[in-house]
């Protein structure tokens, strides 16, 4: 069965940077786009980007200032995402998920559990 | 951005009774050549990720309980539960992906009266 199964949880100062994995397994890992999504406490639900399966390329959302990075290892079937300069509003959980129809215009059929992340001094 | 608003906020049924929940986009999804509503719906519960009810505004994702059906197209949308089971306590999403980046509505906090 498809699965996405994402590291642990994090506690980082401000100024600091994370990286997040998510390793997919039961499908191809070619054949589906992987978005990133984040939800702060009591919030709703932010889309942050996606990288193509190839990482030949990729869309961040504009919101984030340059501070993401997204990459992928083929071999692991495994997508990273990568926040820097972290400050407090930058904890949340973050959701990795796989997208259905579209590259970019998709809805999201599967979900990893989520990584919480916590930024505080 | 399309922006995406639900209402009510919360919502409070007693277990039997239907639950209706509305969500509107800023301007249209509909796409005129394929005639499709790009709207999904989503329930998370507490501690748990989002999941995946309704897509094409109306398509039952497989495994979602007959009880659970969306409507409308356009700009406005509806997600209705027929009879709500106290497993249907939730939050629920609306999301559109007709363009670039793709949003979410606010969430509705779906309680047991």
């Known amino acids: 069965q498809v699965q996405l199964v994402q590291s642990g949880p994090e506690v980082k100062k401000p100024g600091a940077s994370i990286k997040i994995s998510c390793k997919t397994s039961g499908y191809t890992f070619t054949t589906h786009y992987v978005h990133w999504v984040r939800q702060a406490p009591g919030q709703g639900l932010e889309w942050m980007g996606t990288i193509t399966p190839s990482g030949d390329a990729t869309n961040y959302a504009q919101w984030l200032w340059g501070r993401v990075s997204i990459t992928r290892d083929t071999s692991t079937s495994t997508v990273h995402m990568e926040l820097s300069s972290l400050r407090s509003e930058d904890t949340a959980v973050y959701y990795c998920?796989?997208?259905?129809?579209?590259?970019?215009?998709?809805?999201?059929?599967?979900w990893g559990q989520g990584t919480l992340v916590i930024v505080s001094s | 951005d399309i922006v995406m608003t639900q209402s009510p906020d919360s919502l409070a049924v007693s277990l039997g009774e239907r639950a209706t929940i509305n969500c509107q986009s800023s301007q249209t999804i509909l796409n005129g050549f394929n005639n499709k509503n790009y709207l999904a719906w989503y329930q998370q519960k507490p501690g748990q990720p989002p999941k995946l009810l309704i897509y094409w505004a109306s398509t039952r994702e497989s495994g979602v309980p007959d009880r659970f059906s969306g409507s409308g197209s356009g700009t406005d949308f509806t997600l209705t539960i027929s009879s709500l089971q106290a497993e249907d306590l939730a939050v629920y999403y609306c999301?559109?992906?007709?363009?670039?980046?793709?949003?979410f509505g606010q969430g509705t906090r779906l309680e047991i009266q």
């Open positions: 999301q559109q992906y007709y363009d670039f980046p793709v949003t």
């Open positions: 998920a796989r997208a259905v129809f579209s590259p970019t215009n998709a809805f999201f059929d599967h």
